[in-house]
């Protein structure tokens, strides 16, 4: 049984919406967000309905994906005998396999259908928690095993593509960077909540022992939560099309490349960061990695993550009002300064000076994260009316797919920062026995990705319909 909705005539300069459909599977035909009245009247509740449950799953996806952040730290106490070396490779796996696992996951909500995909991906997450539960509860585990276990974490990076590639699909465009920097924001999230919860978790009731395996165990209930979520209320849009071909044109786009590496300069930088954040106190000052709640150690690792997530949503809406472009030049510039902040403190060795200005750092990595895939439909659409596409012809809605997938494409090369940076941070420890090195890499790596977004996208360019980006 199908329930047909006709909305009220519609703005002259909006494309007509004829219908809404609704099929069983919880199919809707017909979808139009750019339609005035149709979005006043039902379409906000549907496309807000799906959105709080996208960040639900998505929120767990994080979770699993940046768990062993946390793990790692905890291993030592539990029995486990780790080199740096091989703590950082626990670390930084996960986000290798999520950001590789990003490319088809972009494509999976088209074939799928947004809704299916959603229960699908979500309960894949429980195949990590529960080996990692069972994996951390002996310290003879094999080094390789827990490489392994780790990587299957990586599934929990795959879901933020699917998740951003569905929701752009819901949203008018005028609203895309608040929608998506909520959706990405609550993701984000996951990995504040995964380095607040497990210390006080594992350490519950254990007296002077860790029940480690409970980090995995912990978040089974949560999953089928959103399992169950996603199947009630999500849907499926069927003008949510794949499009391989215009996939493989948006690879050929400069445009593409570009944010791309824009994208590994602030979300790259963040997730980096945040997966490294507790061994970075916990290798530069032990005397306050840790704060004693009773018999719970908590780290103050999680505030990096935390503020970084909380700040995105904003940067989204900054750029909203005032441009990707301008709030992304910002960003980097208060990157740079707080890449070079470090290098000047770390040798006071003062941890509130540390810590104070990481947090800096997190909220600029924050703000950069949103700014700069708001910037990815506006460029898609300044493309569009650069060639003269009408509203609601072939071509524009061709673009408008073009950009869904170009913003799972970008967000998996982005998430190979998550890799990078870990991998510098022990490279540098590895040749120079400290990090200042790889601080002094990130301050110019900050700086020329400034200087690249002033050029390409702040000033305006024919090529762009000179609109501000």
Known sequence: MTTTVTPSTTDAAAPPLSSLTRRRGR????????????WRTEGRAIARRNLGWSIFAEFLGFIIWQLWSIVVVMLPAAGFDLTSSQSFWLISLPSLVGATLRFPYTFMVAIFGGRNWT????????IPAVLLGVVVSNPDTPFGVLLLVAALGGVGGGNFASS?????YFFPQKEKG???GLNAAGGNLGTSVAQFAVPIVVTLGAGATLNISLAGWMWIPLILVAMFGAWRYMDNLSSA???FAGS?????????????????GTFGSFIGFASVFPKLIADQFPEFATIQVGQAAVTLAFLGALVGSLARPYGGRLADRFGGARVTVCAFAVMALGALTLVWTLPLHSFPVFLGVFLVLFAATGMGNGSTYRMIPSIFAARSVASGDQPGSVEA???LRKSAAALGLI???GAYGGFLVPQVLNASQLATGGYTAAFVGFVGAYVALLLLTLFVYVIPRASLAKQRI
């Open 27 to 38: 199919w809707i035909d017909g979808w139009n967000a750019e339609d005035p009245a149709f």
């Open 119 to 126: 229960i699908v991906s979500a309960g894949l997450l429980l």
């Open 164 to 168: 951003m590639a569905n929701i752009t």
């Open 178 to 180: 608040w929608a998506l």
């Open 241 to 243: 099309k794949a499009d």
């Open 248 to 264: 493989a044109a948006a690879l050929r786009e400069p445009h593409l490349w570009i944010m791309a590496m824009l994208y590994i």
């Open 397 to 399: 809605t061709r673009m």
């Open 411 to 413: 967000s998996a090369i």
